[in-house]
């Protein structure tokens, strides 16, 4: 046994000792024999006093200081609010989903567009996040349902297939649906025209985000056709609106030229007035137009209404760059 070790072993008894009761005649003194074993004697009254005094420059050694952890950010969904046109967008991201050209899967990016305080936020992707038809059958579409976007393929594919995809389940508590349609929809055309929510077309003398919009590498190059495994783009494949279609036509389009700028078309909800078996679309200068909804290669950029209720900000500043990460309460 070393003498640091019978040092801190006697300091230890010792101050014991005198935190006991007093004794009456003599106090119970401790010493060490050479074997290590600690040996009870009795000295006078008072000696253990002095021998504490001896001693007592050994302080205990006092134990490390914990490392705090670091603060939870203090950020409340009171951060979010709507399109300012000086301010722009605040960003968030809630669920994942393949974006990149080999299926990489990423944190999915969204635009507050507008905040129903204490109620709801009006989220919209800020990409094209896959291509599909709005409905197979155009005649249902335009006869049995009327236009009802709640009774499309789309809405179903939406509200199962790509649900269940990109959102946990708790992320899905999150969100509150729209009704007749469900959790996840597509923005109305009403709404695409909206310059209050940062949308509608944009001109030199009408600044502004505007409706268009970009696709990811996924939607433009894969959506579900691995180009390492399907390589010949003229070949007939069979997509959403189960048609044999040239392979090229069942990716995202894009618009090519200084006009389009590599944006791409996506769907809204609503139906177009001239042609019923139509649905009303962005075009290439980020205006409304409409095409059949049987078309394979049109974008759909989901939007979902998050439960202010049930979400909670987990972390980041807001930004495009480095947008809130939303999760569930």
């Not at 019923?276 to 137009?289: E, I, Q």
């Amino acid at each position: 046994m070393t003498g640091q070790t019978l040092r801190r072993l006697a300091c230890g008894l010792l101050c014991l000792l005198l935190a006991a009761p007093a004794l009456t005649r003599a106090d119970s003194i401790v010493t060490i024999n050479r074997g290590g074993a600690a040996q009870a004697t009795e000295a006078p009254a008072g000696e253990a006093e002095q021998l504490a005094e001896e001693i007592g420059a050994a302080e205990p050694e006092a134990a490390p200081a914990e490392t705090a952890a670091p603060a939870a950010p203090d950020v409340s969904l009171s951060a979010l609010r709507g399109y300012d046109s000086q301010l722009g967008y605040v960003y968030v991201t809630l669920g994942r989903y393949p974006q990149t050209a080999e299926g990489g899967v990423e944190p999915i990016l969204w635009r507050v567009l507008s905040v129903e305080e204490g109620h709801r936020a009006y989220l919209l992707s800020e990409y094209i996040l896959f291509a599909r038809c709005m409905h197979a059958n155009l005649k249902e579409y335009r006869d049995t349902l009327k236009g009802d976007f709640g009774g499309t393929d789309l809405c179903a594919y939406l509200n199962t297939t790509f649900a269940e995809e990109a959102f946990t389940e708790a992320e899905r508590a999150a969100l509150t649906p729209l009704e007749n349609v469900g959790l996840v929809f597509l923005i109305s055309d009403e709404d695409a025209n909206n310059r209050q929510l940062g949308l509608g077309k944009q001109s030199s003398t009408k600044p502004g985000p505007g409706m268009r919009a970009w696709g990811t590498e996924w939607a433009i190059e894969n959506n579900g056709f691995d180009p390492a495994v399907y390589t010949k783009r003229k070949e007939k494949l069979v997509g959403s609106s189960n048609k044999p279609m040239p392979l090229q036509e069942l990716r995202l389009f894009v618009y090519s030229g200084a006009r389009g700028g590599s944006s791409s078309p996506y769907w809204t909800r609503s139906q177009a007035g001239v042609d019923k078996r139509h649905a009303r679309c962005t075009k290439v200068d980020g205006s409304l137009g409409h095409i059949e909804v049987g078309r394979d290669n049109e974008g759909v950029r989901p939007a979902v209404y998050l439960d202010l209720v049930r979400a909670a900000i987990l972390s980041g500043s807001g930004t495009m760059e480095d947008p809130y990460v939303v999760g569930s309460r």
